[in-house]
């Protein structure tokens, strides 16, 4: 049974000001063509759809994929800001399948991940996307560390974690030769894909089934349609209008924002509650040498410390061959900044306005500065909150759980919009 949704109720009413949103060209994009023929042959002038999609990462397009498949009548679209799809948050992590042993019995987090990372393996072997299934150890190396990696594994039971082992020396070294501890998990069931690669087979999937990406779209207002003759048949039919930093508009009835970064820009855009904060944490990798790739087979974590909100720094095994190590976690002044300076003025100053612990990982603050652990979806109240579900909070293990997500999304959409 799918347990219900978290939500935030925000008085929710015509959107004010503006905030750069996005989109991205799919698996195949056709170069010039920003507005592309509707379904049913309507012209492509009309820029009208049912649903719209707002972000083009993971767990956008697995939403819209899930949306398009359960009601193939009707007309979607996704919309993302780049000229490519899944390249921010999608595109820049470790790739790992994780398991669901880290996370909160009966928490969506737990939930989500065992069953996403089911799918996951499924679909990749359906569409012939390459993954291994390599594994992960969890290595107590101090005595202290012990009782934590043993309440870890009953956690891992408890979720329904397949094929978990508590493991002592020797075994570690059979399945690591180089790794040494006192006591490990065995966890089978972690791997590693690309999920870029992964995004952008479900966007195809999503073309293929009569949706539409519009690549290259900041979204900047979120509005009902303004009455006019010009416009009033598809102002009853379409009542929100959608607009990007080029002034350029597409119509919708109901409208599912999966924004990632931005996800509290887009909510205080549409006129709905702006918490939680997003707070941008960058997380640096180092790379092994080539020729000390030997050293390490699978993934190698140590036991997580419950006073920090991250998993501590990790060996990973990359689909390219190369293992990464890492990551740490560093206050990021941009929220797309992959390089140690990258800044914007907006971007920290919605940092340190904000009050929360320091030296930590957070993906976001609530309105007291405390963590939001888990995943978060909201909608709102009005003319406009009736219409949007946010995905609001969807931290890592997103991209394991984004096929779980998405079934759980169109579940929600499909009941709270009547479809």
Known sequence: MVPALRYIRGACGPALGGFPGGFSSAGRPAPGRSWPLCQGGRPASTRSFDVVVIGGGIVGLASARALILRHPALSIGVLEKEKDLAIHQTGHNSGVIHSGIYYKPESLKAKLCVQGAALIYEYCKQKGISYKQCGKLIVAVEQEEIPRLQALYERGRQNGVQGLRLIQQEDIKKKEPYCRGLMAIDCPYTGIVDYRQVALSFAKDFQEAG????????????????????????????PIVIRNTKGEEVQCQYVVTCAGLYSDRISELSGCNPDPRIVPFRGDYLILKPEKCYL???????????????????????????????????????????????????????????????????????????????????GGVGDIGNRILHVRNAPSPAATSSLAISGMIADEVQQRFKL
């Open 211 to 238: 949706g539409f990406v519009l690549t290259n779209f900041e979204v900047k207002d979120i509005e009902l349609a303004k009455e006019n003759p010009s416009r009033s048949k598809d102002g009853m039919k379409y």
């Open 296 to 378: 390490v087979k699978g993934n190698i974590y140590p036991v997580p410390d419950s006073r920090f909100p991250f998993l501590g720094v990790h060996f990973t095994p990359r689909m390219d061959g190369s293992i990464w190590l890492g990551p740490n976690a560093v206050l990021a002044f941009k929220r797309e900044g992959y390089r140690p300076f990258d800044f914007s003025a907006r971007d920290i100053m919605d940092v340190i306005i904000k009050r929360g612990p320091a030296g930590v990982r957070a993906q976001a603050l609530d309105r007291d500065g405390n963590l939001v652990e888990d995943f978060v979806f909201d």
